[in-house]
T-cell receptor, first 116, second 118 residues
Framework: AQKITQTQPGMFVQEKEAVTLDCTYDTSDPSYGLFWYKQPSSGEMIFLIYQGSYDQQNATEGRYSLNFQKARKSANLVISASQLGDSAMYFCAMREKVSGNTPLVFGKGTRLSVIA | DTEVTQTPKHLVMGMTNKKSLKCEQHMGHRAMYWYKQKAKKPPELMFVYSYEKLSINESVPSRFSPECPNSSLLNLHLHALQPEDSALYLC?????????????????FGEGSWLTVV
């Protein structure tokens, strides 16, 4: 079973508008972290934002915010005031505690295109 | 700027060549990772090193040989590769999971090494 599901293969957004990228996850571990990464065409995987399973408030980092709904097991990324440079692939990922150095499990990604 | 450095950025090698990908981090992390990413796909885990010991090998073919000489360095030795091994290879590092660790539980990636096997 997939642990991370991203249902939007591609999204378009007008410059300066906000956009929400969807992510749902599946885990039985009470301790886990959810991450969003941006990958431009250059290939670098850029960390954007983190949400811990015990965090009471939604995470925010500049124009990025994470809409965390624990009961629904969703962790949607909201990008406000989109810029042309936001055009990239976006991956939702999860890391479970299980053992000390568990790796990331990625969703299939959403390709975001920002239109001028 | 990423604090995980990968070299080379681009590598073209023949199927009989021996080459290596290198990764270095100076964040004091004790876990390091190799991921392989094919075009239009998410990264797939290959290896995990924890405290310089191999802790996870995702059934990777033996033509890929990882090495962790010390806590800051991670190598991936390549030998007798196939054209289907052409991909982006991503190195990453992190600290051990901590509760609550906050964003300290983040796994940080390098810029990647684009490998083409001809």
């Amino acid at each position: 079973a997939q642990k991370i599901t991203q249902t939007q293969p591609g999204m378009f957004v007008q410059e300066k508008e906000a956009v929400t990228l969807d992510c749902t996850y599946d885990t039985s571990d009470p301790s886990y972290g959810l991450f969003w990464y941006k990958q431009p065409s250059s290939g670098e995987m850029i960390f954007l934002i983190y949400q811990g399973s015990y965090d009471q408030q939604n995470a925010t980092e500049g124009r990025y915010s994470l809409n965390f709904q624990k009961a629904r097991k969703s962790a949607n990324l909201v990008i406000s005031a989109s810029q042309l440079g936001d055009s990239a692939m976006y991956f939702c990922a999860m890391r479970e505690k299980v053992s000390g150095n568990t790796p990331l499990v990625f969703g299939k990604g959403t390709r975001l295109s920002v239109i001028a | 700027d990423t604090e995980v450095t990968q070299t080379p950025k681009h590598l073209v090698m023949g199927m009989t060549n021996k080459k290596s990908l290198k990764c270095e981090q100076h964040m004091g992390h004790r876990a390091m990772y190799w991921y392989k990413q094919k075009a239009k796909k998410p990264p797939e885990l290959m290896f995990v090193y924890s405290y310089e010991k191999l802790s996870i090998n995702e059934s990777v073919p033996s033509r890929f040989s990882p090495e962790c000489p010390n806590s800051s360095l991670l190598n991936l030795h390549l030998h007798a590769l196939q054209p289907e091994d052409s991909a982006l290879y991503l190195c990453a590092s992190s600290q051990e999971w901590r509760d609550p660790g906050g964003s300290g539980n983040t796994i940080y990636f390098g810029e990647g090494s684009w490998l083409t096997v001809v």
